[in-house]
């Protein structure tokens, strides 16, 4: 059986995977802003492999990969046979994280769904009925927002996120964690309504990312948290493009 590393590479964070026809075998986060090549060759010393896929938005750091590991190495387009279709302006500009996303929810939970993934942008992907990649919704991140709060004001702290005691904060931070947190599950919930109202039949709506236990706890329409869905998206489409 064939053996894949997987490669999710994001402006904070890039998850490494281990994966096999069947399921993902092993995972490793690196802090994508100080990667190196001495850092992914100690992350994967010990991982056997055919073929990498590398779905990245983050061009200057692809390069350590492709130096890595070079006639290996595949990266994720819409030039590739994703098993979805892509009803879009301009599939080039899809991100691939978002790619593998429509691809992961379509092979685990069918369709018509929305994924909506918590990331350093906050971004909700359509794939309709049909199995087709509609488009979707790009917002600021909730770390993003929280950050520029306390970057751009004297008094505000830098705080941890976290749920909130109450949605009356009794102390400062006490109150910028409920307007994060109720604030960020009010944009996500008007949002997922708007595009459900689009789409015909029973929709699937999948949470992954850093912050989707925080927001999907107390937010029942995100249906189902899959903090592995993008690898296994990714894992899906190296089956799609390297099985033989």
Do not use: C
């Not at 690196?30 to 983050?58: D, E, M």
């Amino acid at each position: 059986m064939q053996k894949f590393l997987l490669v999710n590479l994001n402006n904070t964070s890039t998850k490494l995977a281990l994966a096999d026809n069947e399921k993902l075998l092993a995972k490793k986060v690196l802090n994508t802003k100080i990667l190196s090549i001495p850092g992914v060759k100690r992350a994967i010393r010990t991982w056997n492999f055919s073929y990498a896929l590398v779905g990245s938005v983050v061009p200057k750091k692809t390069a350590i990969f492709r130096n890595l590991l070079r006639s290996r190495m595949t990266e994720v387009t819409s030039d590739l046979d994703l098993g979805i279709g892509i009803d879009f302006s301009d599939p080039h500009g899809i991100g691939a994280d978002r790619l593998a996303n429509a691809v992961g929810v379509s092979a685990r939970y069918g369709s018509p769904a929305i994924v909506v993934d918590f990331g350093t942008a906050v971004t909700f992907d359509i794939i309709s009925g049909k199995g087709v990649y509609e488009g979707g919704v790009i917002a600021p991140g909730l770390g993003v927002m929280v950050d520029y709060m306390y970057q751009r004001t004297a008094l505000l702290p830098k705080i941890d996120l976290e749920e909130p005691v109450s949605v009356i904060g009794k102390s400062t931070r006490n109150a910028m964690l409920a307007g994060a947190v109720y604030g960020y599950r009010g944009l996500v919930r008007q949002i997922v309504t708007e595009i459900v109202a689009k789409l015909d039949g029973k929709v699937r709506i999948v949470a992954t990312g850093s912050y989707a236990d925080l927001i999907a706890a107390k937010l029942p329409e995100l249906q189902i948290v899959d903090l592995d869905l993008t690898l296994d998206g990714l894992r899906v489409i190296a089956l799609r493009n390297f099985n033989s």
